[in-house]
């Protein structure tokens, strides 16, 4: 089963943009690919277009058993 973004989500920062954003059904999968293509260490995660909080990049790597590389 792939796991879903609502397994990590955190509170919603103010400031952080609504654009690339993922939804809590998204596959923490697809969340990754947005943030490496956009560059992004956080995303936010959208309900019905409104934010209602975000994931980092190291807690989707490790909720799926990945290190982030440091450099």
């Given at each position: 089963?792939?796991?879903?973004?609502?397994?990590i989500?955190?509170?919603?920062?103010?400031?952080l943009?609504?654009?690339?954003?993922?939804t809590?059904?998204?596959?923490?999968?697809?969340?990754?690919?947005?943030?490496?293509?956009?560059n992004?260490?956080?995303?936010?995660?959208?309900?019905n277009?409104?934010?209602?909080?975000?994931?980092?990049?190291?807690?989707?790597?490790?909720?799926?058993?990945?290190?982030?590389?440091?450099?």
């Open positions: 089963m792939q796991k879903k973004v609502i397994a989500i955190h509170p919603y920062p103010d400031g943009p609504l654009e690339p954003a993922v809590i059904e998204d596959r923490i999968t697809h969340a990754i690919e947005l943030m490496v293509k956009h992004l260490r956080c995303i936010a995660v959208l309900r277009r409104r934010p209602i909080g975000m994931i980092r990049l190291e807690d989707a790597f490790k909720e799926l058993g990945l290190q982030v590389a440091e450099g």
